[in-house]
């Protein structure tokens, strides 16, 4: 699940969802984006053009953790656009 505010994929720490949007679609964010954005008082199109509203109920749903995740913490000094090229290669080989 990525932000759909600043982008970051995956979002990694604490993740915000929307209870409000449609779920086919979704809107989530990541805990500095929802921390930055929780007062603002406008309405937000988010990176899929949601609507997402202010009014909107947003959810603390905690960190979800991934494979990418565990690469991640046994490579700690790659970056994770390498790290997912890396799992691109290897699944594309088989």
Not at 63 to 74: E, F, N, P, T, V
Request: hydrophobic share 30%; charged share 30%.
């Amino acid at each position: 699940v990525g932000c759909d505010d600043c982008g970051v994929y995956p979002v990694i720490g604490r993740r915000w969802q929307c209870q409000d949007c449609p779920d086919d679609m979704g809107y989530d964010l990541c805990g500095e984006c929802y921390d930055a954005t929780k007062d603002v008082k406008k309405p937000r199109k988010g990176r899929f053009n949601q609507h997402h509203l202010p009014t909107h109920e947003m959810v603390d749903v905690g960190q979800k953790r991934s494979l990418h995740h565990d690469i991640q913490d046994a490579n700690p000094g790659v970056p994770l656009v390498q790290l997912i090229s890396w799992i691109d290669d290897a699944m594309q080989r088989g």
